[in-house]
């Protein structure tokens, strides 16, 4: 008499249950991450201090990798599972088990969802904590890139404030000027030249910039905005000591060589009714690396 085979049990999921406690490490990286998120915002606020910001933001994306590895590694089914067929019906014993999966199945949804939450939240707070540096970038500069503090009618001084008369300057020479009461202002800063009689070319629509033979460039160079302070009168060039730009003052200081591409801005000037020089205007075009050549 051969004794009865015994009935094959299906095999079944690992019961979640046994998975609970790895939710305990992937909770704490989570909130670990949105803590330090939020203290990177807090310490971006008070104004900063980069090994703290550093380290916080290690922990932030650290406490989302920890979380995400552990999920994935113990609360992810691993497979392949396989379960063998078995008779439909279901006796009470069977009834039971699978009440009781149902159940903690249920838990485990309760869990999830938690866990969900605390990854959102991770996510947002460093989300929010990276949105901080975008004011790292400054203040819009508005028009302020078009403009310098030259004006109509601004008188033309030397750097101690001196108003200059066209006679003030022999040919050949040349002299660093400013608008009167802007002496420091950098972007402003101008060259004064006087060519020998006849030589300044204008360019069209520039007939009436010069006084004379005296003309007016902008010192910021447009390469890079060193300022272009060498002049050879014998040329007519200015050199940028840089980049070894040069300048052709009598063509309206075109760029002759070197990496600047763009002439060297030119300073309407006129005399006002005691004879010293002023400018008509502002540069009607943006001084040193002028954008990088954009319209407005
Ligand atoms: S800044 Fe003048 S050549 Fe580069």
């Known amino acids: 008499m051969t004794e009865p085979r015994p009935e094959p049990q299906p095999e079944l999921a690992p019961s979640p249950t046994a998975a609970r406690s790895p939710a305990r490490p992937i909770a704490l ?6 803590a330090a998120s939020i203290g990177l915002g807090v310490v971006y606020a008070l104004g900063g201090q980069v090994q703290l910001e550093g380290l916080l933001l290690f922990f932030a994306l650290g406490g989302i990798a920890v979380g995400f590895i552990v999920w994935g590694g113990k609360l992810l089914p691993q497979g392949p599972y396989v379960q063998e067929r078995h008779p439909l019906s279901s006796g009470e014993e069977e009834q039971e088990e699978a009440t009781e999966v149902f159940e903690e199945g249920a838990e485990s949804l309760e869990r999830r969802r938690l866990l969900i939450r605390l990854l959102t939240g991770a996510f947002v707070a460093l989300g929010a904590a ?9 203040e819009r500069p508005g028009g302020s890139l078009f403009r310098t503090a030259w004006r109509r009618g601004s008188r033309v001084v030397d750097e101690h ?6 006679d003030d300057l022999a040919v050949g020479s040349v002299v660093t000027v400013f608008p009167a009461g802007n002496t420091d202002a950098a972007d402003s800063q101008t060259l004064l030249i006087r060519l020998g009689p006849g030589q300044y070319r204008p360019r069209r629509g520039r007939e009436g910039w010069a006084v004379g033979d005296v003309v007016a ?5 447009t390469h890079a905005g060193c300022p272009v302070g060498l002049y050879e009168p014998d040329t007519h ?5 840089c980049h070894q730009s040069v300048f052709n003052v009598v063509d309206g200081c075109e760029p002759r060589s070197g990496p600047a591409t763009r002439p060297l801005p030119q300073l309407p000037l006129t005399v006002d009714a005691d004879g010293y020089l002023v400018a008509r205007s502002d540069y009607t075009e943006p001084i040193g690396p002028g954008f990088w050549n954009r319209d407005r």
Do not use: A, E, N, W
Not at 237 to 241: A, R, S, V
């Open 161 to 166: 404030d001196k108003p200059v008369r066209p």
């Open 217 to 221: 460039f902008s010192k910021v160079c």
């Open 130 to 138: 990276l949105v901080f540096p975008v004011r790292s970038l400054g």
């Open 237 to 241: 060039q200015l050199f940028c000591p």
């Open 29 to 34: 990286g989570f909130t670990v991450s949105m």
